[in-house]
């Protein structure tokens, strides 16, 4: 089955520090994208950050990067020096790259709150 | 701004009820995605498609159709609607064909009451 875990629905961290947020995923399809979106309270999915299954080296997009690790499934997030405005809902998805197939899977979403 | 329009922004409606919601995806993109997001289900995936043709269903009831017109916008209807139904539904475009991100709208809130 084609799955992605988020196993924490909440998560503090200090302004200015850096917090990673945890994404599993589970597919069998040899080739996949990933990806990390950033809701706020305003409502809308607001694009981070990509990675794609053979890619070798870790993404990074300013102050996100994206800790790969294929062999366990894992695809965390690390927001770098944490500031007021990180906190909101983000969301880990899953693209597998099956063919005819264009389905986004997306895992439950962690709450982030940043603390001043 | 992601360039995807969605209208309405909000609606209130009653059960029993048949309601549309409309799309506008990015210019140029292909591909339309029907997105449900409910306190207790998260994100759900409804529906794909791609340049006027349905391509991939996920959990969409059959109480809801889709469909994607000629112009590429999309609109999702809903009909015999219940208190469950009430949600944000999100649509998103994409370019089609790739491991591309999604751009989404900012959203339809549908309450039933």
């Known amino acids: 089955a084609q799955k992605i875990t988020q196993t924490q629905p909440g998560m503090f961290v200090q302004e200015k520090e850096a917090v990673t947020l945890d994404c599993t995923y589970d597919t069998s399809d040899p080739s996949y994208g990933l990806f990390w979106y950033k809701q706020p309270s305003s409502g809308e999915m607001i694009f981070l950050i990509y990675?794609?299954?053979?890619?070798?080296q870790n993404a990074t997009e300013g102050r996100y990067s994206l800790n790969f690790q294929k062999a366990r499934k894992s695809a965390n997030l690390v927001i770098s020096a944490s500031q007021l405005g990180d906190s909101a809902m983000y969301f880990c998805?899953?693209?597998?790259?099956?063919?005819?197939?264009?389905?986004?899977?997306f895992g439950t979403g962690t709450r982030l709150k940043v603390l001043a | 701004d992601s360039g995807v329009t969605q209208t309405p922004k909000h609606l209130i409606t009653a059960t029993g009820q048949r309601v549309t919601l409309r799309c506008s995806p990015r210019s140029g993109d292909l591909s339309v995605y029907w997105y449900q997001q409910s306190l207790d289900q998260g994100l759900q995936f409804l529906i794909h498609y791609y340049n006027g043709e349905e391509r991939a269903k996920g959990n969409i009831l059959e109480r809801f159709s889709a469909q994607q017109f000629p112009d590429l916008h999309s609109e999702l209807n809903l009909s015999s609607l219940e208190l469950g139904d009430s949600a944000l539904y999100f649509c998103?475009?994409?370019?089609?064909?790739?491991?591309?991100?999604?751009?989404f709208g900012s959203g339809t809130q549908l309450s039933v009451l």
């Open positions: 998805a899953m693209r597998p790259h099956t063919s005819g197939t264009y389905k986004y899977i």
């Open positions: 998103a475009s994409s370019v089609g064909t790739g491991g591309e991100k999604l751009f």
């Open positions: 990675q794609g299954s053979y890619d070798q």
